[in-house]
């Protein structure tokens, strides 16, 4: 099983460059997230979505949006790249009524 | 706001002893709580969860602790080994109806010096 494959792996970005984010989970969960994580600062949760063709904005939005038109999908897209979104992307999966949250290998990128 | 910390940032170990992380939350409606493990360059990884109905949750291997008085919650690992150097991150959340959000705390770096 894949689980959640999150595409690209590495990105380098110029200050004002749009680019998405890609995760797919091949388990049906319900609920899917967007987190950032940067050094000292853990885990901060992006956007989230519920359901399919359903989303809400987590702690940190600002500059971020998504989509989830497909339940196993759901896509990050930064719209005007700065440098203080360099950072590494997690994306993750939950089923409902299960704690147990499965993440993606991670997106680094880089915004110069 | 309130939010998910931790008592040690970084923690060293010998090989075999114990390894005992901690942990501090501040929601008091948080009724879950999870560890998860991230090893270098990986996603995080769930290790075990616990209620807030319970006190105290086994795994192999490492057992959590949860204290509702003091809001205070610790894995313990048992005999730890240099598979275990990871940074580990607690998390809180609030299940029920309209309740999808997991609060990570900041993380601690586990050494295991063999």
């Given at each position: 099983?894949a689980?959640?494959?999150q595409?690209?792996?590495f990105?380098?970005?110029?200050?004002?460059?749009?680019?998405?984010l890609?995760c797919?989970?091949?388990?049906?969960?319900e609920?899917m997230y967007?987190?950032?994580?940067?050094?000292?600062?853990?885990?901060?949760?992006?956007?989230?979505s519920?359901g399919?063709?359903t989303?809400?904005?987590g702690?940190?939005?600002?500059g971020?949006?998504?989509?989830?038109?497909k339940?196993?999908?759901?896509l990050?897209g930064?719209?005007?790249a700065?440098?203080?979104?360099?950072s590494?992307?997690f994306?993750?999966?939950?089923?409902?009524?299960?704690?147990?949250?499965?993440?993606?290998?991670?997106t680094?990128?880089t915004?110069? | 706001g309130?939010?998910?910390?931790?008592?040690?940032p970084?923690l060293?170990?010998?090989e075999?002893?114990?390894?005992?992380?901690?942990?501090?939350?501040?929601?008091?409606a948080?009724?879950y709580?999870?560890?998860?493990?991230?090893e270098?360059?990986?996603?995080?990884?769930?290790?075990?969860?616990?209620?807030?109905?319970m006190?105290k949750r086994q795994?192999?291997?490492?057992?959590?602790?949860l204290?509702?008085?003091?809001?205070h919650?610790?894995l313990?690992?048992?005999?730890?080994q240099?598979g275990d150097?990871?940074?580990y991150?607690?998390?809180?959340g609030?299940s029920?109806a309209?309740?999808?959000?997991?609060?990570?705390?900041?993380?601690?770096?586990?050494?295991?010096?063999?």
């Amino acid at each position: 099983n894949a689980g959640v494959t999150q595409t690209p792996k590495f990105r380098v970005l110029k200050t004002g460059q749009s680019m998405t984010l890609l995760c797919a989970q091949d388990m049906n969960h319900e609920y899917m997230y967007w987190y950032r994580q940067d050094p000292g600062m853990g885990l901060r949760l992006i956007h989230y979505s519920v359901g399919e063709g359903t989303t809400a904005k987590g702690e940190v939005p600002d500059g971020y949006n998504v989509s989830r038109l497909k339940k196993q999908n759901f896509l990050l897209g930064l719209e005007s790249a700065a440098p203080s979104q360099t950072s590494v992307y997690f994306c993750a999966s939950r089923n409902r009524g299960y704690t147990e949250a499965f993440f993606g290998q991670g997106t680094r990128l880089t915004v110069v | 706001g309130e939010s998910v910390g931790l008592h040690l940032p970084t923690l060293s170990v010998q090989e075999g002893d114990n390894s005992i992380i901690n942990c501090a939350y501040s929601n008091s409606a948080s009724d879950y709580f999870i560890w998860y493990k991230q090893e270098s360059g990986k996603g995080p990884q769930f290790i075990i969860d616990i209620r807030s109905n319970m006190d105290k949750r086994q795994g192999q291997r490492v057992t959590v602790l949860l204290n509702k008085t003091v809001k205070h919650l610790s894995l313990q690992i048992a005999a730890t080994q240099p598979g275990d150097s990871a940074v580990y991150f607690c998390a809180e959340g609030i299940s029920g109806a309209g309740s999808y959000q997991l609060t990570f705390g900041k993380g601690t770096k586990l050494s295991v010096i063999p």
